[in-house]
């Protein structure tokens, strides 16, 4: 069954309302990392993924820290708390701003920022290597494996002349952080909402004669004006030839009457959980009959595969509701449609478990669990005429399908025609 769901609370903390229970969610997801661990074999996981280490810490990575594995870090051992490795003194905030991590579990990092330390790389290093050591024999597993979720050659030496055993640590986290529990759900339903008011925000602003780029700095100026947002990775927003292929982007080029324009909230960023939202719109014309058949043809992929998502059923049964590269568009190979009929999960990341392709799922399957939350998206197009994209958010419970994006889907949205 498949039905709409909405956010059920506001986005501020009040006395008189449960809303999100973070405290609740923080230890869900540390439990479940643990778990998963253990499951894999591990005495203890190293997180240096930002969104790795937000699971198991319950802190924040800013945005300049982004994407360097090893400027902060995260280690879980065994039973205990988790050690959280700040950059420099931040330590210091850490403790004001996150008391569920103990005080003398937040160490400052050693980094050797991928390299650019030079030849003081392998120094850094060895500071690094010994004090994760340290630890796991402080917390009683010194020796087990551990799991790491990033590894580079400074690190594989490092470890093996300490006599560490390292091991895949990327998948146990994976396997936790594709199940949300009750609160991360609430969040997802909230950064949908965050998106349908962003998709309402377009369709005003949408005009001939401005610019992709105006577009997208109009929904940015209008996301982070809203309680709670840390960071929006992109508005992609492109009109007329740009729309297919869909090259995922955004220019200077001025959107003119008839054109097809759609726009992607891609990873807007609601404490920690992200978005992927596509909606397609025609600015300043109805659309031509052949710009409707076209969206009809996506939409129906669309809502094919959503009807495929059950609780046992597998990412195999979802890709089969989608026509091969071939049948589609007359390329040679699936590779060559990369993300054209695609699925992911959502959550800390933009690519939590499952992700959905006719790539891999047709011959390595996942089965689809209670409380995994992705997207589904489809597109269609003509060769540097127009494209149509489309994609919705759901969340699956035991018995139904809740789809949480609530923007307007059956027909391309018309803006202002003329």
């Known amino acids: ?40 074999g591990l005495g203890a996981v190293l997180c240096m993924y930002d969104e790795n280490a937000r699971y198991i810490t319950g802190t924040l990575t800013p945005g300049w820290n982004r994407l360097k594995p090893g400027l902060r870090y ?31 579990n937040v160490r400052y990092s050693y980094a050797w920022i991928k390299g650019a330390a030079g030849s003081a790389s392998t120094q850094q290093v ?17 020796g087990e494996r551990l799991g790491v979720d990033f590894i580079d050659i400074n690190m594989i030496n490092a470890f093996r002349e300490a006599g560490i055993e390292w091991a895949d640590g990327m998948t146990p986290m994976m396997e936790a952080r594709a199940v949300k529990n009750e609160d991360e ?3 997802m339903r909230i950064v949908a909402a965050i998106g349908d008011a962003a998709h309402w925000e377009t369709m005003k602003f949408l005009k001939p ?63 920690g959980y992200k978005s992927c939202y596509y909606r397609t719109y025609c600015v300043g014309r109805e659309p031509t009959k052949e710009m409707t058949e076209t969206y009809d043809i996506a939409l129906k992929w669309l809502y094919d595969s959503i009807e495929a998502v059950k609780v046992g059923a597998t990412t195999r049964e979802i890709a089969e509701k989608w026509p091969s590269a071939q049948e589609a568009w007359g390329y040679r190979e699936e590779d060559e449609a990369a993300a054209n009929l695609w699925g ?19 011959d390595h399957p996942v089965e689809i669990q209670p409380g995994m939350v992705f997207a589904l998206e489809t597109q269609h197009g003509v060769p540097f005429k127009f494209g149509v994209r489309i994609e919705e ?25 003329m």
């Not at 959280?84 to 996150?98: C, V």
């Open 185 to 187: 759900q609430e969040c």
């Open 209 to 271: 004669g401005i610019t992709e780029n105006q577009v997208t700095a109009h929904i940015m100026e209008f996301l982070y004006n809203i309680p709670g947002m840390e960071d929006v990775e992109d508005v992609i927003v492109s009109s007329g030839p740009n729309t297919w292929p869909n090259w995922r982007n955004f220019t200077d080029r001025i959107i003119q009457p008839g054109d097809i324009v759609f726009m992607d909230l891609a990873a807007l960023t609601w404490n």
């Open 126 to 142: 060895t500071k690094f290597t010994n004090a994760i050591k340290e630890e796991m024999k402080r917390f009683g597993v010194e």
């Open 344 to 362: 992911h999960g959502l959550g800390l990341a933009q690519y939590d478990p499952p992700v959905i392709s006719r790539i891999w799922s047709l």
């Open 393 to 417: 958010m759901l969340i699956v419970h035991e018995n139904e399908t809740e789809i949480i994006s609530n923007f307007p889907v059956e027909k391309i949205t018309v803006v202002d025609p």
């Open 1 to 40: 069954m498949i039905r709409h769901g909405t956010a059920n609370f506001g986005i501020t903390g009040t006395d008189w309302q449960q809303k999100v229970n973070w405290d609740r969610l923080r230890k869900y997801r540390l439990e479940r990392a643990r778990e998963r661990m253990k499951a894999h």
């Open 74 to 104: 995260a280690l879980l051992c065994g039973d205990a708390a988790p050690v959280l490795f700040e950059q420099g003194d931040i330590g210091a905030q850490i403790k004001r701003h996150s008391p569920w991590i103990p005080e003398e």
